[in-house]
């Protein structure tokens, strides 16, 4: 798991689980042809037939989310001033890069960056005019690791339905809910908005591929799924299981990798083992300079305890505000994976915090960086398994197996390539 996992999903889903801890998963090849869905499963024919229509076409996709290498096709380019550097990453552009490494082409589609059901209402709608009116070329899908989340324990509390919600059933009952969280269809409902302009995509025969969440196991599903032509995609394994930090895995269609490490590459990152650049001019000094620190030490040496103080936080799961208050508090290091899990609010029971653990017993804040440790104690940066140099990130999660529809193995193995020239190139 990755900070840009639990970041991107407090940021963008407001309550997702964790994001860039999410990743996407590992990609069989560049793919400047259509993929051939050789590791996706599906629980709907429907969602089948969509996916596999848009991994065959050699239109794009689109991928709505936030970005800073990538040049969203909705803002003009003398607006977009360049940023110091210009090596940052943000979420959009990994989901971006693993689209590109199984599909051919991606279009980015920048989203409101004030986040909430009426500005995503917002968001689809811009979209579905450019695409109606030719602005962008008609997409074979569009694709977000947006969550709407919608807890059905509070729907069945708080509404007078005669039968309980279960994410278990959900799948066979979206409109029913649809019609419970929109008051009947209420056109000034935010969910009713959304659903509008979602049905204008859905008339253009553009599918939409949304992340299932990463907060399972729960009750929490996300809300644009309930739509029709929508689908949500939960995360495959390593070894194709289904992850249980997916959330309401009742609502997914679709089950794609989930599993992602960004490696060196030539003038840029890579998502898909060496394969292809598909960030180009991108780097990640902060997980190259904890990687360079801690790989090789002792745990017993540099190991952190957690301050007891914060057994006392509120119940309340991750959020924002806490994390402020552990950036103020926390001190900059390696700890044991369970302690800075529970710290960041995660519970035990947690899919999210199951997973994080398994990655790994030590883990470095405020990266997120997970590390193993041989036999002897010393700490080991090595996800792939394989032992080769340059591994940078690993993280995985809904919202990157979701632009993962078209990849065509779980985890292929990493290709060797020269790193004697790092130095990032300019995008085109």
């Known amino acids: 798991m990755n900070l840009a996992s639990r970041r991107a999903v407090l940021g963008l889903s407001v309550a997702a689980g964790c994001g860039l801890a999410a990743l996407g998963g590992f990609l069989v090849t560049q793919a400047r042809e259509p993929g051939t869905l050789g590791a996706s499963r599906f629980s709907s024919p429907d969602a089948e037939r969509a996916a596999r229509a848009a991994c065959a076409s050699a239109a794009p996709f689109v991928v709505l989310d936030t970005f800073a290498l990538f040049r969203p096709a909705n803002i003009d380019d003398a607006s977009q001033e360049p940023r110091e550097g210009g090596r940052s990453l943000l979420h959009g552009d990994v989901v971006a890069a693993i689209a590109d490494a199984a599909h051919p082409g991606v279009i980015a589609y920048q989203t409101d960056p004030i ?15 450019d695409i109606e009116t030719g602005r962008i070329p008609k997409p074979a899908a569009v694709v977000s690791s947006i969550v709407l989340p919608v807890d059905l324990q509070q729907v069945n509390a708080r509404l007078p339905v005669s039968r309980p919600f279960d994410q278990a059933g959900v799948f066979v009952r979206r409109r029913e809910l649809f019609l419970a969280l929109t008051d009947g269809g209420d056109p000034r409902s935010p969910y009713a908005e959304i659903d509008r302009q979602l049905a204008r995509l859905k008339r253009a025969g ?119 208050y552990l950036a103020m508090t926390l001190e900059h290091g390696v700890y044991r994976t369970e302690d800075l899990m529970a710290a960041y609010g995660y519970p035990e029971s947690s899919g999210t915090f199951a997973r994080a653990v398994a990655d790994g017993p030590y883990m470095h804040f405020p990266s997120d960086t997970i590390f193993r440790a041989t036999v002897d104690g010393t700490l080991l940066f090595d996800p792939i398994g394989d032992r080769s140099e340059g591994q940078l990130q690993v993280a995985d999660a809904t919202s990157f197996a979701a632009p993962n529809i078209c990849a065509a193995e779980l985890f292929p193995t990493r290709v060797a390539t020269s790193h004697a020239d790092r130095r990032p190139a300019d995008r085109p």
């Open 115 to 129: 986040f909430n059901a009426r500005s995503l209402a917002g968001d689809f709608g811009r979209l579905a005019r």
């Open 206 to 324: 553009v599918p939409v591929f949304v992340a299932a969440g990463n907060t399972g196991p729960d009750q929490l599903v996300n809300a644009l799924a309930l739509s029709e032509g929508v689908y949500a995609v939960g995360a495959l394994d390593r070894s194709g299981a289904a992850t249980t930090y997916t959330s309401a895995p009742g609502l997914v269609s679709v089950w794609s990798p989930g599993f992602v490490v960004l490696t060196d590459a030539p003038g840029g990152l890579s998502v898909s083992g060496g394969r292809g650049v598909e960030l180009r001019g991108a780097d990640l000094p902060e997980q190259r300079s904890v990687i360079a620190r801690y790989a090789g030490k002792r745990a017993a040496d540099v190991t952190l305890r957690a301050p007891s103080e914060l057994r006392y936080l509120s119940s309340m799961g991750p959020s924002r505000q806490r994390n402020r």
